[in-house]
């Protein structure tokens, strides 16, 4: 092929891998791509420095360009898309994949690979990309032939949105990209089996619309999944808690799939989720599960866990239903689809719920409420983290589109706490894996995808700088991303859990050496603001919703504040802290030490 | 809560995949990747011309353990379908083992007479040796090692299970 190296033919059909693969993304409705090139990819930039369809983002490390599509395919309910070049640039892109990974986020990843002669003969940036991200990818292909090219971007684009969605990786290598092939429409693809279940059994549903009927004390619990199924599921979600007049309470990825400001809503649950929802759980006697997942950070210790309820779970991965506790109603299925079957049921059975249990529920609940859980106290000049959040809030709840997005820690639990949500997609964290430095290159997703919508990262200043290289990208492309910081110069929640658990020895949790955040605004040509007193706050946040350019706001916040209520390690729900004055209290067990 | 049902069972379970690359890799990685066990596993082409794969896995643990097992590898992409041949209905079972036994005298007869009683074949011989072949479910071939044991075995290689359904249904 030296000599008669064979040219892309436009009229025959056949085109290079590079254009088939921009060809195929394009057809896929892909607009945006988030990535870095390196020698495996140039093909592939080449290809699409040619065309306009498809507009690229360049980050400043692979794994700000995976978080960013993140952000990108949670606030607009597509699939994100990124390219990346081999070796180092594929094990750049791990920790983002297993984020998305465990948040069910739908990405299509591509990475270069080193030619097909030299796999294995450990190439310069060569690795075993479909090995390392087998365990983190809904699923990989390694693409040996170009013929196989268009069907196999199709079929990752099908597998990533469908079902439980999840990140998928394409490794293709550098001369499968510049060999000649024809292209493939996707209309002509179908999967062999892939065909997750969508419509939940009829015979399930009427069980649980009965039983949820009959309930005297009951709840709504409901996750991401609710979110995964589109926009319509949270409609239908909200129509079937206001017909029946339960309560509900939401997971940390479903913030948003039911309105915050509806009275039936009792608050996020799990670890550091309200009083109220938490002891509505652990006391209800039927639990209606959607689209969660009864992660650790919900159940507390299981064997305590709601002991008397009888719990229906709406679930379309069915490895998700009784893998940590025991459902009595599984119903698999979409969310969107099952719901709407569930409300015409319980319409068609005429369902009264027993108005005269519900009452005494809703009182008992209310009676939980009246702990006022969240409460804390500002007085003085220094600005309590809570207080920070909430009046951010404020500041921004009536504006058409605010997106929020968080790094992990203790801002990530107040941000849950203190914002409210109304829709979803607006809110977008990393739950699962809990990935600091996840929040600033999400936020650059969120903004690229929405650019005339108020963008915030709320970070912390320990997470900030885990990704904070993505300044420079946000500097390129003029992004007005607004970094929230809390910033209490340590790393909060770890200091938090070594005060709970290791005798207050705060081991490597201080942030020494932190930079001056508004200088390093400064240097990347975004303004720097900071708030010291309780009385600047305001003001601080107007003067950054005025400006019309990126802006890291660096709120200096009270430094040993702990986040609560929370459950601590090895607990059940009804044995919350409400404060630091129940630690001494509540001692946690060796069995809740080893806990994370 | 009902309590979690304690008591670990060995189930045998079949699952038809796709035969390309790394779908073994998938299945071996979901069994270690979460910590499940596998007695015994083998995969060979029983699909040719449509490229699938049967892969037979005897595996151990709780019913909650069992069904997770079954979900997730229900949800691998390359897979079509999971079978519980335990819980499904009657199946059998075989394996085939190859065991070499060396002596001489009478431990060498005693081996060639209990490889009689057990129908296993003899493969291969030489003045001092045998290699036997025996066919039969793990027990049996268990049972067969054991005794060759004392008469000088000296290598056992074993397929692992493979299992079909009784009856005249297909995966």
Redesign the interface.
């Known amino acids: 092929m030296a000599n008669g190296k064979k040219k892309a033919n436009n009229n025959t059909g056949t085109m290079s891998g590079s254009e088939i693969l921009i060809k195929a993304l394009s057809d896929q409705g892909v607009t945006r791509i988030f990535g870095y090139p390196g020698g495996a990819v140039l093909p592939l930039y080449d290809a699409m420095h040619q065309q306009n369809s498809i507009k690229h983002i360049l980050v400043r490390q692979e794994g700000g360009a995976v978080h960013a599509a993140e952000g990108y395919a949670r606030s607009t309910g597509e699939v994100g898309v990124v390219l990346v070049t081999s070796g180092p640039g594929a094990t750049n892109a791990v920790t983002g994949l297993t984020d998305a990974m465990m948040d069910s986020i739908p990405l299509v990843c591509i990475t270069g690979q080193v030619p097909t002669h030299l796999i294995g003969n450990d190439a310069f940036q060569e690795c075993d990309t479909?090995?390392i991200t087998?365990?983190c990818t809904?699923?990989?292909y390694?693409v040996k032939k170009v013929e196989d090219l268009a069907h196999v971007v199709h079929e990752a684009f099908h597998?990533a949105r469908s079902?439980?969605p999840g990140p998928v990786v394409i490794d293709l290598p550098k001369d499968v990209a510049m060999a000649i092939g024809a292209y493939l429409a996707p209309d002509k693809i179908e999967h062999?089996?892939?065909a997750p279940q969508v419509k939940g059994d009829a015979s399930a549903i009427k069980e649980a619309v009965a039983l949820m009927a009959g309930a005297k004390k009951p709840i709504f619990y409901c996750g991401g999944g609710v979110i995964n199924s589109g926009p319509k599921a949270s409609k239908l979600l909200t129509e079937l808690v206001h017909t029946s007049g339960y309560p509900c309470t939401l997971t940390l990825m479903g913030l948003g799939a039911y309105p915050a400001s509806d009275p039936q809503f009792l608050g996020m649950l799990g670890m550091h989720g309200t009083y109220e929802a938490n002891l509505a759980m652990h006391d209800c006697d039927v639990m209606v599960c959607v689209g969660a997942r009864f992660d650790d950070r919900i159940t507390g210790v299981?064997?305590k866990?709601?002991?008397n309820s009888k719990k229906i779970h709406i679930d379309i991965?069915?490895?998700s239903?009784?893998?940590n506790?025991?459902v009595d109603v599984p119903i698999v299925g979409d969310v969107a689809n099952v719901l709407e079957d569930m409300i015409k049921q319980w319409k068609a059975s005429n369902a009264k719920p027993d108005q005269k249990a519900l009452k005494a529920w809703w009182k008992q609940i209310d009676e939980w409420r009246a702990k006022d859980c969240l409460k804390y106290v500002q007085s003085g000049d220094i600005i309590k983290p809570q207080y920070a959040i909430q009046r951010l809030y404020e500041a921004t709840k009536n504006l058409d589109e605010v997106y929020i997005t968080t790094e992990v820690g203790q801002h990530q639990m107040w941000a849950a706490q203190f914002y409210g949500f109304e829709k979803p997609n607006h809110w977008m964290t990393s739950g699962g894996l809990g990935t600091m430095g996840y929040g600033l290159p999400a936020a650059v997703g969120a903004q690229v995808a929405h650019p005339d919508a108020l963008v915030i990262d709320i970070a912390g200043e320990a997470s900030i700088l885990m990704n904070i290289q993505e300044m420079s990208t946000i500097a390129q492309y003029r992004l007005p991303v607004k970094v929230f910081i809390l910033n209490n110069e340590y790393m909060g929640m770890v200091r938090q859990w070594q005060e709970l658990l290791h005798g207050g020895r705060y081991a490597e949790s201080y942030m020494e050496s932190l930079p001056d955040f508004e200088m390093l605004a400064e240097s990347f040509g975004a303004v720097g603001l900071r708030a010291d007193k309780a009385g600047d706050l305001d003001g601080m946040i107007q003067e950054m919703l005025k400006t019309d350019k990126a802006v890291i706001a660096d709120v200096r916040v009270e430094k040993l504040e702990s986040c609560y209520p929370m459950i601590p390690s090895g607990a059940a729900h009804n044995d919350m802290l409400l404060g630091p004055e129940d630690e001494a209290n509540k001692p946690i067990s060796e069995d809740g030490m080893v806990l994370v | 809560m009902t309590p979690i049902e304690e008591t670990e069972n060995t189930h045998t379970i079949a699952v038809l995949v796709d035969n390309e690359p790394g779908v073994l890799a998938r299945v071996i990685g979901l069994f270690s990747g979460r910590g499940y066990n596998i007695d015994s596993l083998t995969v060979a082409e029983v699909r040719a011309r449509r490229h699938q794969s049967r892969i037979t896995i005897v595996t151990t643990g709780t019913p909650m353990i069992i069904e997770q097992i079954k979900a997730q590898l229900g949800r691998l992409v390359p897979v079509h379908s999971v079978s519980d041949l335990t819980l499904e209905g009657p199946h059998v079972e075989r394996e085939l083992a190859l065991v070499k036994v060396a002596g001489t005298g009478e431990k060498r007869v005693e081996s060639l007479r209990i490889a009689d009683i057990f129908r296993a074949r003899v493969l291969d011989s030489t003045n001092e040796s045998f290699v036997f072949e025996i066919v039969g479910d793990t027990g049996k071939l268990n049972a067969f090692v054991d005794l060759m044991r004392p008469l000088g075995l000296v290598d056992v290689s074993r397929t692992g299970v493979v299992a079909i359904a009784r009856g005249a249904e297909a995966l």
Do not use: A, E, M, Q
């Open positions: 479909t090995g087998r365990p809904k699923h990989n390694l597998v079902g439980r062999k089996n892939y299981l064997s866990f709601s002991p991965d069915p490895s239903i009784n893998k506790v025991k």
